[in-house]
Every structure is written in structure tokens, then in C-alpha cells.
């Protein structure tokens, strides 16, 4: 199995930007779907963003589309991403995740994931 583990995440005004990691140990990312939810105190874990590791396809939640990129650095074996124009209702825990199972199109739920990271807490406050 991979372990996942993220970081970059912190405090910042609203309009700011951040880059969250999520690095891979243990069988390498590549041809897997990845993906970043989020989860707030008191709700169900939302979808963030995707990428499709065989084709680089992405896809994002309206909330954040145009806001927020999805990417990855093969040669580190690292998953991004990159918040700009954060708002307060960005805040949350954020959570990288790995499909187990290789050639197929991510998907939008939890349940389409095997593997998870610890999170990373991004606060979005005045």
C-alpha cells in the first residue's frame, strides 16, 4: 500500500493563496487517480479536486473551479494544490487520497478511494 502525507497548510486572510503537498511513500503515485477532499467540524467530507495520473485529466468542484489546480511532480512522487482566492468557507481540514486501483477515471466520493493522508488544517479567517 502507498502512505500519503500532507503539509502546507496554515492561516491566511481572505484573497490569499496556499500550496498544499501530499507526498507518497511505499509504490509510486503514477498511473492512479488522486484526489484532495475537505472536510469542516460537523460535515460530511467534500470533494475538492481530481487528476487522472494516466492522462492527466482534472476536475474540480464549482466551488473552487478557477480558484484552485490540481498537479503533480512525478520525479518527487508529490501531489499539489494550489489555493488562490481563499475564502472563509474554504476552511477546513484537507485530505490527499489514492484509487487502488490503476487505468480508471477518478470519482467525486470518498468511497472511491483506498488510501487517505493524515490531513492538513487551511483556515481562511480576516
Known amino acids: 500500500q502507498v502512505h500519503l502525507v500532507e503539509s502546507g497548510g496554515g492561516s491566511v486572510q481572505p484573497g490569499g493563496t496556499l500550496r498544499l503537498s501530499c507526498e507518497g511513500t511505499?509504490?509510486?503515485?503514477?498511473?492512479?487517480?488522486m484526489a484532495w477532499f475537505r472536510q469542516a467540524p460537523g460535515k460530511e467530507r467534500e470533494f475538492v479536486a481530481a487528476?487522472?495520473?494516466?492522462?492527466?485529466?482534472?476536475h474540480y468542484a464549482d466551488s473552487v473551479k478557477g480558484r484552485f489546480t490540481i498537479s503533480r511532480d512525478n520525479v518527487k512522487n508529490t501531489l499539489y494544490l494550489q489555493m488562490v482566492d481563499l475564502k472563509p468557507e474554504d476552511t477546513a481540514s484537507y485530505y490527499c487520497?489514492?484509487?487502488?486501483?490503476?487505468?480508471?477515471?477518478?470519482?467525486?466520493?470518498?468511497?472511491?478511494?483506498?488510501?487517505w493522508g493524515q490531513g492538513t488544517q487551511v483556515t481562511v479567517s480576516s
Open positions: 487520497a489514492s484509487d487502488g486501483i490503476s487505468g480508471t477515471a477518478p470519482q467525486a466520493v470518498p468511497e472511491g478511494y483506498d488510501y
Open positions: 487528476i487522472n495520473w494516466d492522462d492527466g485529466r482534472t
Open positions: 511505499g509504490r509510486t503515485l503514477s498511473g492512479y487517480a
